[in-house]
């Protein structure tokens, strides 16, 4: 559904960013896209949305060059990025001038999305809170029904209540057709939703796999002790505390801890990857 092969990229006066970055996104999943401020993890939003060009290397997007955008890309991709403008109309007509370019636009999906968000359609854009705003394009980016839909730290503005509304809505909303793309820092939102973890580090894509896999190859231990050192992968102190992740030699699925494995990833990679490659050669 989205192939990046080989792309290279860099901004002007500037190291490259990317370099030889291949990725390949299916349908049916929700991708959750880490890394730390500088990584690239907008640069390569941006690419898939067809916004910034490879310098070499290709992008496709459902079957298209995203640098293209061509229309019949573009009304089957929507984007909500961290910064936005909205303009002084109501969310009614809003929805009125734009849900046109969206073929599969879906008004009484809409409205249902707006009362879970309790958004009343009369509200003027300009006139209502930032997280607000949000809700409102997250509600219309699902109702367009296109099949890549991309959000750039959608939580950010968001209250406990509405996080919890926004992963249950995004659940679903998935289906075997669509493919979602979730950057942000807020790892812990993510948790139970995302089927997919992809960390992004130095322009390079240092993991990725599925939480299934993540589950059953590791253990993340809020409490190391009594634990052989031999076992950790990575450790952090905590109040009181040292946690980390350990090799799972249990074969029982563990709870995933975003927030944990991100840190381990960022420091140690190499050592958690490996353990990926163990487990395969010993199933095989």
């Known amino acids: 559904m989205i192939d990046l092969t080989n792309v290279r990229f860099g901004y002007k006066k500037h190291k490259p960013l990317f370099s030889d970055l291949n990725l390949h996104l299916a349908s049916g999943y929700i991708y959750g896209l880490l890394g730390k401020n500088g990584a690239g993890k907008t640069s390569l939003l941006k690419h898939i949305a067809g916004l910034l060009y490879p310098d070499a290397g290709e992008c496709r997007v459902l079957g298209y060059r ?53 958004l009343p359609v009369e ?58 793309i979730i950057s942000t820092h807020q790892v812990r939102d993510l948790e139970n939703l995302i089927d997919v973890v992809i960390v992004l580090e130095n322009g390079q894509i ?26 950790i992968l990575y450790a952090e102190d905590v109040p009181g505390r040292r946690a980390g992740i350990v090799r799972n030699t249990s074969g029982v699925e563990t709870r995933v801890d975003l927030e944990l494995l991100f840190n381990g990833i960022i420091q140690n990679h190499r050592s958690i990857n490996e353990q990926f490659i163990k487990q395969s050669n010993y199933a095989q």
Do not use: C, W
């Not at 607000?132 to 503005?157: C, H, S, W, Y």
């Not at 796999?209 to 076992?231: C, K, V």
């Open 206 to 231: 240092v993991f990725n796999h599925n939480t299934a896999d993540i589950a059953s190859n590791l253990a993340f231990e809020q409490n190391l002790a009594g634990i052989p050192a031999g076992e």
């Open 123 to 180: 509200n003027k854009l300009s006139a209502i809170s930032y997280g607000q705003k949000k809700k409102f394009l997250i509600a219309f980016g699902l109702a367009t029904n296109a099949r890549v839909l991309i959000l750039d730290e959608p939580t950010n503005g968001l209250d406990i209540p509405s996080k919890s509304q926004f992963r249950k809505i995004m659940a679903s909303a998935l289906d075997e057709s669509r493919l979602l």
């Open 66 to 118: 995203a640098e293209d955008r061509l229309p019949a890309m573009l009304e089957d991709i929507y984007v909500i990025p961290e910064e936005f403008e909205l303009p002084p109309v109501s969310i009614a007509t809003y929805a009125r001038m734009n849900a046109v370019f969206y073929s599969k636009f879906n008004h009484e999906q809409f409205a249902r999305y707006l009362r879970e968000f309790e």
